[in-house]
């Protein structure tokens, strides 16, 4: 084995995060070179696919951090792209909703992100993007 090479290198789930990890870097480069931030995207996606949530339950649809959601729906309600009101059933906890604008940054994040997966998937052909895809929805059902 050469040394460059990791002893997992032939293995579909080792090749598989790897994808991943590119895939999520070049998003990372075209949000960040729009002035947004990743976060902003996994909320306002959440919202907009799941609808509205109490920020607990949001915390964990996406999985993150309640303390580390807060600063960020302080920042995305600031920039009025979300809005926090107190839930009439239980006044101890804050409902959380994507705005217009909200839902207007998230097409925009969209095509970033798509244009991050268009250049991942640039060595393969029509046939074989649509072929991965149809395998990996494969792999992904529960």
Excluded: C
Excluded at 9 to 26: F, M
Excluded at 81 to 90: C, E, L, S
Aim: proline share 1%.
């Amino acid at each position: 084995m050469k040394s460059s090479q990791h002893r997992l290198g032939d293995r579909v789930v080792w090749q598989l995060a790897r994808a991943s990890q590119h895939w999520q870097r070049l998003a990372r480069r075209e949000l960040a070179a729009a002035n947004v931030r990743t976060q902003y995207y996994h909320v306002l996606a959440s919202l907009a696919d799941d609808g509205d949530a109490a920020q607990a339950a949001l915390a964990d649809r996406i999985s993150f951090d309640r303390s580390d959601l807060v600063s960020v729906l302080d920042e995305l309600e600031r920039l009025g792209h979300v809005v926090r009101r107190t839930d009439p059933t239980d006044r101890r906890r804050n409902i959380v909703a994507i705005t217009e604008s909200g839902e207007k940054l998230l097409i925009e994040m969209d095509q970033l992100v798509y244009a991050a997966e268009a250049r991942l998937l640039e060595p393969l052909t029509a046939a074989e993007r649509k072929t991965l895809l149809a395998l990996l929805s494969r792999l992904a059902q529960d």
